[in-house]
């Protein structure tokens, strides 16, 4: 989403966009790759969007004829950007589309500088680079007055993969693809929030400190050791994407909630299978999926699905009309010491087209 795009100067050396980019939460998580700078995935992954007004990032990127560096700041830090071959990539990336559409824009020769922040815990299993690379790279794209394709997915991708998720409102898959070059690694839209818009998510904020071991990392270890990890990419996820996909279109939350719990499980028992172990979620974060087997069985039908990405933090995902029942059932289960905070999502997500103010 565009939130301000405009010269700061009469003499229009100087041009700055502003915009904000949304986590996804991974339906079918993304776990390995097949190629590590291009960031190619060894499986495809599904995830669901979150609106703009929820966990975002924000991005203002500067472009001057005046700037003698690129720079950046992610939170108020600055980070060596020069140095950082994943950011480097990004801007290179968009910078090379805009040369192909034959952009004009001046600001393309221009260094930039930029300022970054999120509203939420930084890598805390959160999704943070999702979002983050998600926005710089669509911001980037404004700046040269690109528009959203899914050629600028496989941007977005080469700065954190789930990232390229979050260019796209509602459900998006991103798709592994078989090129060498990754150009057929792509996001593309499922479904659009409207589609199934009395889906919302509960995030259950265990623990907002740095995880200990990076989703990077994670799945470089998982990829040479894991001796599960080829049986789920071969056999399990293509099996698994193709019914959720048909979960969503006929907004089955039954068997939506059984694939994403299900897929959960798999990616934290590949983690434990990884040598040394991954170990992202903790004691309060199986208490959590037991209380919601528990909680599903004494309302009769699945009401709730929790899903863990690289941390101990839950995302559930439930029907805006069970959301109340549900979070008065968590308040009564939890002490508040044991989760900081249960702040509730709605999913409803936007597509940053939509948005863009003209
Ligand atoms: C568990 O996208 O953060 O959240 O591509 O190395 O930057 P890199 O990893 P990243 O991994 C996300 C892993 C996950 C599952 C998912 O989002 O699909």
New binding site residues.
């Given amino acids: 989403m565009v939130l301000k795009r405009s010269f700061l100067n009469k003499e229009k050396t100087m041009l700055s966009v502003t915009c904000k980019a949304p986590v ?3 339906i ?4 390995g ?1 097949r190629h590590e700078e291009l ?1 190619l ?1 060894i499986n495809d ?1 599904i ?1 669901m969007t979150l609106g703009t007004n929820e966990l975002c990032a924000k991005t203002t990127i500067t472009a001057s004829e005046k700037f003698q560096h690129n720079r950046m700041w992610l939170n108020d830090e600055e980070l060596l950007f020069e140095e950082d071959s ?1 950011l480097m990539r990004c801007l290179k990336g968009v910078q090379r589309l805009a040369h192909i559409n034959g952009s004009q824009e001046a600001s393309l020769c221009w260094k930039v500088h930029i300022a970054s922040r999120n509203n939420f815990p930084t890598a805390a ?1 959160l ?1 943070s ?2 979002a983050g ?1 998600a926005c710089l790279v669509y911001s980037l794209a404004r700046l040269y007055g690109i528009p959203l394709t899914e050629e600028l997915t496989t941007i977005a ?1 080469q ?5 390229c ?1 979050s260019l796209f409102g509602g459900f998006v898959q ?1 798709h592994r693809g078989v090129l060498d070059d990754g150009s057929d690694s792509v996001a593309e839209p499922v479904a659009s929030a409207q589609h199934w818009p009395n889906m919302h998510v509960l995030i259950l904020v265990v623990n907002d400190e740095r995880k200990k071991t ?3 990392t ?2 470089q270890r998982s990829v040479t050791t894991s001796q599960l990890i080829q049986h789920r990419v071969d056999k399990l996820v293509p099996e698994r994407i193709a019914n959720l996909k048909k979960a969503i279109k006929a907004r089955d939350f039954q068997s939506f909630a059984e694939i994403t719990m299900k897929d959960s499980n798999q ?1 934290h028992a590949i983690a434990l299978d990884t040598y040394p172990p991954c170990v992202y979620m903790n004691d309060v974060s199986h208490a959590i999926v037991n209380f919601v087997h528990t909680y599903n069985k004494t309302t009769g039908t699945v009401h709730a699905a929790y899903t863990f ?2 941390g101990p933090n839950a995302c559930i995902y439930v029907l805006k009309e069970n959301v109340a029942k549900l979070l008065a059932a968590i308040q009564k289960v939890f002490p508040t010491d044991s989760i900081d905070t249960v702040e509730y999502l709605r999913g409803l997500a936007v597509s940053p087209e939509s948005n863009i103010e003209k």
């Fill in positions: 996804n939460i991974a079918i998580k993304y776990w790759k960031i995935p992954s995830s994943r299993g999704a680079s999702a690379y991708r700065g954190s993969g789930s990232a998720r991103w990076s989703s990077t994670g799945m990616f990405d690289a």
